[in-house]
């Protein structure tokens, strides 16, 4: 899904790790500034990549060799387009936000739609999640963080 590099970043805040292309940002978890104190603890060159490399970095280190065997072993965790260049993506989930800079699986499916793409919203908004543009707010609602 377009190029570049992905870095696994771990908050030293609240040490949830995350994904984020480029320098370090705000943690999407506890909201922290990063700068320089947030610690890169891997970079990968894809958004697949980076999925399956913050999964494990979030995983307790006594199972991380199980969970690495079992994603060896499964097909791909998305299925997204990998036609549709990642800054348009981008661009719909932003596209996709409220007055308030909150989206929903609808909202974000209705500009999927309209752009007449057969992408899967939900994969979609845990693609822009793992990428650090999105932090959930509750069950059916995001954020978007600029």
Known sequence: MGNGSFNVIRCPACSTC????????SCPHC???LGEHGEV???VHSAEALRIEVSLANTPAELRDALRQRIKGNQPLSQLNEETP????GKWVVDSKNAEGVLTVQSVQRTLDQ??????????????EVQ???????EVRWMLLE
């Open 18 to 25: 995350h994904g984020r292309k480029g320098a370090p940002g």
């Open 31 to 33: 909201g922290q500034h």
């Open 41 to 43: 603890l891997k970079t």
């Open 86 to 89: 990642s800054r348009i993506m």
């Open 115 to 128: 752009n007449h793409s057969n992408l899967d919203a939900v994969e979609v908004i845990e693609q822009a």
């Open 132 to 138: 650090g543009m999105l932090v959930r707010v509750d």
